[in-house]
């Protein structure tokens, strides 16, 4: 299978949204940067895209212009492992004028929506005792940011 990028259409900001995206998440970098010649459409110099890894996941960031902006029907989910990173993230990710959504979800300053979702969740969701699926469900359903222990403490009755 060819290899696939995520490619996040920006208007003006690219490069400012990878540097803060690789100051969030560790072992990141940005890989390269290019910029708009003389044929445009924006003016010669202007950052065109930044590519840039994401803990070795690859990443482009493109200054399109206004025509595109983001909103919640892609989002990326990130995995965590304890309480911890949730936090990480969630603080992380709105710093700076980013909002926690409902059940984990956070749209940072960019307005590129991310899952926060600890390891917990997806195991307390496909419990094979039913009942407390969905008493981690109903917990999780009242919360924005995910709180481990409340959803087991729920889980458990």
Known sequence: MPSITPCLWFDTDAEEAAKFYTSVFPNSRIVNTSHYGESGPKPAGTVLTVEFELD??????????????????ISFQISCQDQAEVDHYADGLTANGGEEGPCGWVKDRFGVSWQVIPVA??????????????????????????????L???ADG
């Open 121 to 150: 969740l997806v195991e307390l969701l496909t419990d094979p005792d039913p009942e407390r699926a969905q008493r981690a469900m109903a917990a999780m359903m009242k919360m924005q940011r995910l709180d481990v222990a409340a």
């Open 56 to 73: 070795g996941k690859p990443f482009t960031a493109l200054n399109g212009g206004p025509e595109f902006t983001f909103n919640e029907a």
């Open 152 to 154: 087991r403490a729920a």
